[in-house]
């Protein structure tokens, strides 16, 4: 039997203290925090809000099931930073906000939207890289620091920061739900891989890398917190150290590794 096809999620700015309320109290639940320590409260999104900021939610069948909250960035005039995205699985809401975000940021005039991730988290590299056509603009170790909820909690806060550039080629074929190739050139050599969970060193010193991440470091933080910490150490290591060596990322392959290359840009 084949999947339902899900209806695309209604996305909407939000203004209101009753739809900021929601917000907070939807955002508590994804990153497992209580009420009133939330990820971002609602004093700051009705700031943000009131000030022409934008503040978006998405709803399925009439109920809340992602938001996010982005604010305008330098250079001013060009840019807005993403500051925090969170939908609930099974709506395809995050992908229907972010397309909402880039219509929103072009009709004013904006060419860029930037935003941070955890990458060791396999599946927001795909989201980021593969499936919007972000590229990582830079490697930003424990940019938050200690971060008390139920995502974070324990382990450094590194994060990479995502540039998307609205009218690349790359970025429009996204918006057109179109699928976005990524090469593994033939003689890329592994920097980082797993080895029965943990992370293992190779060569950094090719033109074309892969820096492997884990299926899901997410239930690894639980199971094991020594390896997920093996592998924050490693990844900010490789992957911090090829970014600042020059090399860039191209892509994200088979949801488990970043694509690499000291090349020039095509």
Not at 112 to 136: C, E, Q, S
Request: hydrophobic share 45%; proline share 6%; aromatic share 6%.
């Amino acid at each position: 039997m084949s999947a339902p096809v899900l209806s695309a999620p209604a996305i909407r700015e939000l203004h209101e203290l009753e739809e900021l309320e929601s917000v907070c109290a939807l955002f508590c639940e994804i990153w497992g925090t209580p009420a009133n320590n939330p990820p971002i409260n609602v004093e700051q999104m009705r700031a943000l809000s009131h000030a022409g900021n934008y503040v978006a939610g998405a709803y399925a069948d009439g109920r809340l099931v992602g938001a996010t909250v982005a604010f305008f960035g330098a250079p001013i005039a060009r840019t807005m930073h993403s500051h925090i995205t969170g939908a609930l699985p099974g709506h395809a809401a995050g992908l229907a906000l972010k397309l909402h975000q880039r219509d929103w940021a072009l009709d004013r005039g904006l060419h860029r939207i930037t935003w941070t991730y955890d990458p060791l988290i396999a599946r927001n590299a795909h989201f980021n890289l593969a499936k919007l056509g972000g590229v990582i603009d830079a490697y930003l170790p424990n940019f938050y620091g200690t971060v008390d909820d139920a995502i974070n909690a324990g382990t450094d806060t590194d994060r990479a920061m995502v540039g998307w550039d609205l009218a690349e080629p790359r970025v429009v074929a996204a918006a057109r739900r179109e699928s976005i190739p990524v090469v593994v050139p033939p003689g890329a050599v592994a920097a980082l891989t797993d080895r029965d969970g943990r992370p293992a060193l190779g060569r950094t010193d090719a033109e074309d890398l892969l820096v492997g991440v884990p299926a899901d470091i997410e239930k690894l933080r639980h199971t094991d917190p020594a390896a997920a910490r093996d592998w924050r150490l490693a990844l900010r290591e490789v992957l911090a150290g090829l970014l600042a060596d020059g090399a860039r990322v191209t892509g994200f392959h088979g949801r488990s590794r970043y694509v690499l290359t000291r090349g020039p840009a095509a």
